[in-house]
């Protein structure tokens, strides 16, 4: 067995810095012929390579490096991720936000589910703003940049659609703005444990496998991947999952009977178009990688349909979301589940944590969300955000969607960062403190 | 006082009762009180529905009563009675002898009684008390339709018996010519067990004559209008009406289901298929539905039209099925709602996806879906309507498809519902 010497680990260290602010590194030194040799990419990371004993693959047993210690860890950069980790750093704790791929605002962007929907509800008259605090912030500056977002306002109709491309430059601005630790091309694959209580979490990355501890971990992920491995008690589901695309050069007007256009974008002759999809298990990789595919073909072929219609021939395929459409998969089992029951009688939650816009289910009310909906029943120093949280099987219909993910998202970010500074764990932080810090940071809170 | 008619003392305490029961006594006191308290009602209703519920606590003694005291609930028990003497004082001086108008009310009587026979109590709904009650419950919540129908239906009687004091009472209630028959039964029966001189008077001779006419001419009638073609229901009714043909004349019009619907979804049908089904209560779920965890209408309803059931049963009577428009609704078009399968309490909205065109769409399985309406308010492009069963319980047209759409169900259940781990 190979135990990680000084040498590696260093060596560890020095990739990942590369990997993570490397850009600057690389070009200070002059580069020959398109690259430069520098010091060996080895599998030192990884503890060696796996082997096989008795015919079973075994990983070797060896200590992981850590990457880096933080207050606030965020695992996801997705709508609800990112708007904890804002909320958290805001709240004045160091904060580290690991997504799995490049960009953020997880299916918002790379999923390119545009519109946000539930942000209101019907008023007399006109609509009222329910989500505001940072989710709005968000969306006020991305309306702000040239073709950001079309529909976005106080009071108006329709609900805000955005661009992706402005969404994910003004989500990674904010980030870097308010100074969050960023991890990209990172998955996080597993929790650290002592007891019941999480001390980080293991990612993989091109560098192997490696360790960030942290004081409070905020799961981000839409699919519970912490809280599972955490041994949290979770609800599988399974949903459809579709795959968006973009159409571009789509002639303007009512579309012809049967054809599906999607909706408006905020780029001239650009349409968004959902898809529904099968129903399958999204944590199945060969479900997800069939629906990929299928989903694919299905496009291209809803594509030709759309090009031999006379007026339409020159509609193009502008791209396909780079992320498959989960609904849902994991739900967690909360201190408290969010109910449909509970919400059509308008149940007051004394840890009421945000107020959600409403979806047709709801009859016109609003969505009040308890801070239980967030806290796992057992482990510590973990909490669920996003599409995850704990909502029964109609509920999470409406969790899973962006604007509540804001609302959730800002709750966990907030909570996490008053139990780093309190030094107690998000179970038991001061819900009324909580509170008011949320009414601060400008979260409407009925 | 004079001026009251005899008796008063009795029919006042009636006419309080009635009075009280519809003011403060929930509405299923008159479920009890008024078949109770209206032998015209009780027989007819029993003999259609072929049902006697606890009603007859209170029928069966007043049956006895009025069989031996010659029209006993007019003298002693009617409210109408009583308002109809009060307004032929103010006429003490005109012409109370009818002897030359025809006994309507027997004609009324029979032909009622010889209907329910065949299921169809022809007029029914002209027993004054069932007018009485319709026209005064409910005057704590506002008027309804049917409480103004009874109510000019009451007031016609009361200007007739200005005009033509006593007559509605002497010459056409039903009620009364009820209890007249059956008295004469009574006589006719006891004139043969004490064998007195059996030579056949003219009036037993017109009487067998008119109640083999009235009988047999309702029977036929309504046997006739039971087979006739076009008799499906085209009309959503409460959970555990009648078929639609006897729910037209076996409902009295009271209003009692419409005022103890908690979701206000029954409503007095004002655009009836035929005349004959004016104001019978018909179901709109445009604002909500019928709730799991209700079954008022049924236990309020005086003539068992509407059965009474458990909620269980309630819950598990089909009022119609649901039927979803696919062009329009938002799945088909790749939007985001499950509104209408998230919202059904009996989850017989399920999901179906066709690999071919890969789109998905929402589908009902017709042997779970009662037809509740719990999917038509919440549907947000208003795609669903509830269609009324057919005369054997199945929806109308395309009974077949959606017996086929629920054969493919359990595949799809087992994917769309979630397992706790």
Not at chain 1, 75 to 94: D, E, Y
Not at chain 1, 164 to 187: N, Q
Not at chain 1, 212 to 225: C, Q, Y
Not at chain 2, 298 to 307: K, S
Request: glycine share 10%; with cysteine; net charge positive.
């Amino acid at each position: 067995m190979k135990h990680l010497n000084r040498r590696d680990f260093i060596r560890a260290l020095g990739l990942t810095s590369l990997a993570a602010g490397g850009m600057g590194r690389v070009l200070a030194d002059p580069i020959h012929e398109g690259s430069q040799v520098v010091d060996g990419i080895t599998a030192s990371a990884r503890g060696g390579a796996a082997f096989l004993e008795d015919g079973k693959v075994i990983q070797p047993r060896r200590e992981v490096p850590v990457f880096r210690d933080t207050d606030v860890l965020v695992v996801g950069g997705g709508t609800a991720g990112v708007v904890a980790a804002l909320a958290a750093r805001r709240a004045g704790v160091n904060t580290t936000l690991v997504e799995r791929y490049g960009c953020f605002g997880g299916l918002w962007t790379a999923g390119l589910v545009l519109i946000v929907l539930c942000t209101h509800v019907p008023g007399e008259g006109k609509r009222k703003k329910m989500v505001q605090g940072i989710g709005d912030e968000i969306l006020a500056r991305i309306n702000s940049q040239k073709h950001g977002a079309i529909d976005y306002s106080a009071d108006g109709p329709h609900d805000a659609t955005t661009d992706p491309e402005v969404t994910k430059y003004v989500l990674a601005r904010m980030l870097r703005e308010e100074g969050v630790d960023i991890v990209l091309h990172s998955w996080v694959t597993n929790a650290i444990m002592d007891g019941d209580a999480v001390r980080g979490v293991l990612f993989e990355s091109k560098a192997g496998c490696m360790a960030i501890r942290a004081k409070v971990v905020i799961d981000a992920t839409g699919d519970g991947d912490v809280f599972d491995a955490a041994g949290a008690e979770s609800i599988p589901h399974v949903h459809r999952i579709g795959l968006v695309h973009r159409l571009g050069n789509v002639p303007v007007g009512p579309a012809p009977e049967g054809l599906n256009l999607g909706g408006a974008t905020p780029i001239p002759g650009v349409r968004w178009v959902n898809m529904q999809g099968p129903q399958g298990d999204c944590l199945d990789v060969q479900t997800l990688t069939n629906c990929e595919l299928d989903g694919r073909d299905a496009i291209w072929n809803k594509l030709k349909q759309i090009q031999e219609t006379p007026g339409y021939e020159n509609v193009f395929l502008l791209d396909v979301a780079s992320q498959l459409g989960v609904r849902a998969s994991r739900t967690l089992v909360g201190t408290q589940e969010l109910r449909l029951q509970d919400t059509l009688e308008q149940k007051a939650y004394p840890d009421v944590i945000g107020v959600g816009g409403t979806y047709p289910f709801l009859k016109n009310l609003p969505c009040p969300i308890p801070y239980g909906s967030l806290v796992p029943v057992r482990v510590d120093n973990l909490l669920a955000s996003g599409r995850c949280v704990a909502a029964d099987n109609t509920m999470l219909n409406y969790t899973r969607l962006i604007a509540p993910c804001m609302l959730t998202g800002q709750a966990a970010g907030a909570a996490a960062a008053l139990a780093v500074q309190e030094n107690c764990t998000p179970r038991t932080v001061d819900v009324a403190k909580l509170q008011g810090l949320l009414r601060t940071q400008g979260a409407y809170l009925g | 006082m004079t001026f009251l008619p005899p008796r008063s003392g009795c029919r006042l305490a009636m006419l309080a009762f009635l009075a009280a029961g519809a003011l403060f006594l929930p509405p299923v006191v008159l479920r009890y009180a008024l078949p109770g308290l209206s032998p015209f009602l009780f027989v007819c209703a029993a003999v259609a529905a072929r049902r006697v519920g606890l009603p007859a606590l209170l029928s069966l003694p007043m049956l006895a009563f009025v069989v031996r005291r010659r029209r006993g609930f007019c003298h002693y028990f009617c409210p109408v009675g009583w308002l109809v003497e009060v307004c032929a004082r103010t006429r003490a001086s005109a012409n109370c002898e009818y002897g030359r108008v025809p006994p309507i009310g027997h004609w009324v009587a029979l032909l009622t009684i010889g209907g329910a026979v065949a299921t169809l109590p022809l007029f029914l709904l002209v027993d004054p008390l069932a007018l009485f009650t319709g026209a005064a419950c409910g005057a704590h919540v506002p008027l309804s339709i049917p409480q103004l129908a009874c109510a000019a239906g009451l007031a016609v009687v009361l200007v007739l018996s200005v005009a033509f004091p006593l007559l509605w009472c002497k010459r056409l209630c039903p009620l009364g010519a009820t209890q007249e028959l059956l008295a004469e039964l009574n006589g006719l029966f006891a004139r043969r067990v004490s064998g007195a001189p059996s030579a056949a008077r003219e009036s037993d001779l017109r009487l067998a004559r008119r109640a083999f006419f009235g009988l047999g001419g309702g029977m036929a009638v309504s046997a006739l209008a039971v087979r006739a073609p076009g008799v499906a229901a085209s009309r959503l009714r409460p959970p555990g009406a009648v078929d639609d043909a006897r729910f037209a004349t076996l409902c009295v019009r009271c209003g009692n289901c419409v005022r103890s619907c908690p979701s206000r979804i029954i409503r007095p049908d004002v655009q009836p298929p035929s005349l004959t089904k004016l104001l019978a209560p018909t179901l709109s779920f445009e604002a909500n539905y019928c709730l799991e965890t209700c079954n008022a209408c049924g236990q309020n309803c005086p003539t068992g039209a509407i059965a009474a059931l458990s909620l269980g049963a309630k819950n598990a009577c089909r009022i119609g099925l649901a039927r979803i428009a696919e062009t329009g609704c938002l799945l088909a078009v790749e939007k985001e709602c499950s509104a209408c399968a998230a919202i059904c309490p009996r989850s017989a909205i399920f999901e179906e996806f066709s690999p071919e065109t890969y789109t998905a769409m929402v589908r009902v399985d017709a042997q779970t879906c009662t037809g509740c309406g719990a999917c038509v308010a919440v549907c947000p492009p208003r795609v669903i309507s509830v269609a009324p069963l057919g005369l054997h319980g199945h929806a109308g047209e395309s009974g077949d498809e959606d017996a086929r759409l629920a054969d493919r169900r359990p595949g799809m259940a087992a994917l769309s519902e979630p397992t706790t781990g």
